[in-house]
């Protein structure tokens, strides 16, 4: 039987989390109670100011405010335009940190799983311990691998090429 994760879950630095993300399935259930699911399989931290990927880098702005804010919260942004992506808030509040949800078992890319998902940016600042979007514990234990996050470039040679993405191995 599945668990729902509770904001305790996402209570932690981002580098614990990430990895643990990775086997868990997020869930969508829509206006007519129909669940949409997807199992994820890769995910990217990104760990406060000092960060240069991580959108907290360049301080406490509007866009970030939820980067400071309460564990479990979801962060939604539009990336190049027509993309929504998607991360759930880690860490303590006033510790910007978060976790992108990279990539699903079947939707391989994070602007193709938030639209399966049917997630865009009204859900940003809302919760993954609510009852309309979540993410639960199946038990499925994954093979993971580490490798460098995707789309940083601007983020310098150090922060570009450290190994916080997390991937099932398997899928």
Same mark, same amino acid.
């Given at each position: ?11 932690? /630095? ?36 000092? /960060? ?41 509040? /006033? ?24 997630? /865009? ?51």
């Amino acid at each position: 039987m599945a668990v729902k994760l509770t904001e305790k879950f996402f209570h932690r /630095d981002a580098l614990e989390v990430a990895p643990e993300l990775v086997g868990k399935i997020i869930v969508h259930r829509l206006d007519d109670a129909t669940l949409i699911r997807e199992r994820i399989a890769e995910t990217e931290a990104y760990r406060g100011e000092e /960060d240069k990927g991580c959108h907290a880098s360049k301080g406490r702005t509007k866009r970030t405010e939820l980067l400071y804010g309460e564990s479990g919260v979801i962060y939604v942004y539009l990336c190049y335009g027509m993309h929504w992506l998607m991360n759930v808030i880690t860490g303590d509040i /006033d510790q910007p940190q978060g976790v992108l949800l990279r990539c699903g078992e079947i939707h391989n890319g994070p602007g193709k799983l938030t639209k399966y998902l049917k997630i /865009d940016g009204s859900f940003n600042g809302g919760t993954f311990c609510g009852n309309d979007v979540w993410i639960e514990d199946d038990g499925y234990k994954p093979e993971i691998i580490t490798a460098p996050r995707v789309g940083i470039d601007y983020a310098g040679d150090y922060w570009k090429n450290i190994e916080w993405r997390f991937i099932d191995n398997r899928k």
